[in-house]
Nanobody, 122 residues
């Protein structure tokens, strides 16, 4: 019922930056949390960063200090600013949304975008 559309992925050299965007539409509740998951081939889907409707944030340890999540509630859009990218960041990145608090498990998120590929070359 909530549609999520990601953009901003691509190929970047190690040390570079990307900014991912996720625009939400449809039946959006006021207390939605939004987040970004990554999934590399052969690995489980992992929460990278998330933000609540009130601005509380979560970051995976390996991206702390490099990535910043933000949201524009007026535009129903969440962003992931990715700096100092490394080859280990290469993955498909998915936007997700759920009502209420941030959860680590992907099974507890109800809406998903189609994904955007991030590839970091060395």
């Amino acid at each position: 019922q909530v549609q999520l559309v990601e953009s901003g992925g691509g190929l970047v050299q190690a040390g570079g930056s990307l900014r991912l965007s996720c625009a939400a539409s449809g039946n959006i509740f006021s207390n939605y949390a939004m987040g970004w998951y990554c999934q590399a081939p052969g690995k489980e889907r992992e929460l990278v960063a998330a933000i609540t409707s009130g601005g509380k944030t979560y970051y995976k340890d390996s991206v702390k200090g490099r990535f910043t999540i933000s949201r524009d509630n007026a535009k129903n859009t969440v962003y992931l600013q990715m700096n100092s990218l490394a080859p280990e960041d290469t993955a498909m990145y998915y936007c997700a949304a759920r009502g209420g608090a941030i959860q680590v498990s992907p099974g507890l998120w109800t809406s998903w975008g189609q994904g955007t590929q991030v590839t970091v070359s060395s």
